[in-house]
């Protein structure tokens, strides 16, 4: 396998209104630690040389601060400001993507990332150019209509999480088109400049922290791990 630069940026430029916390859900304590700190310590635990762009909002310092005291000086993490949408936060944070690399995308706010997973998607994207984590829907599913609603076929759908990954010359040009509400994620920026992508096995447990109970989760889970380390 060939080695190439590796990028990871690590999008937690929002607020967490949902969590009902004045601390934006990224600073919030998992286990004695700041939630965004476990993202950041999985991509540097799969690869030591990876370079971490960090998307945050700005008003923050403090807790910004305190979150990079916690890794070696060693690391290498650089800080940018996140923007007015999801989809331009991740612009900001591609402007220090430079040359031929793999470049994962990944919410800040999913702690549970494993490094297996972070390797699979590396694999991939080699291969692929890309590597989207889906996992299979597992409830009864409705789309609601007009005057009523009507089942769809689970077997048809896939949950998508992070991290998105592509080879940098896909994902940069896709960036530097105009924006488009459409864009939802990485792979529909990806899509909409005219790159397939393509699927790869994500983890039931790489959950997304927005609620109080996915903190309550997202705690057990972590112990669990701590434990069959």
Known sequence: ???????????????????????????????????????IAAFLEAFTDIKIILVLPNGHEYYTTSLLELFPSSANITVVNGGETRYHSVQNGLKKVHGEAVVFIHDGVRPMVSKQLIHACYTQALEKGSAIPAIPVTDSIRMVRSGGSDPVSREELRIIQTPQTFLSRIILPAFAQEYSTLFTDEATVAEAYGNEVYLVAGERSNLKVTTPEDMILAEALLNARLKNE
């Open 1 to 39: 396998m060939p080695e190439v630069d590796k990028y990871a940026v690590i999008v937690a430029g929002g607020s967490g209104t949902r969590m009902g916390s004045a601390v934006p859900k990224q600073f919030l304590l998992l286990s004695g630690k700041p939630v965004l700190y476990y993202s």
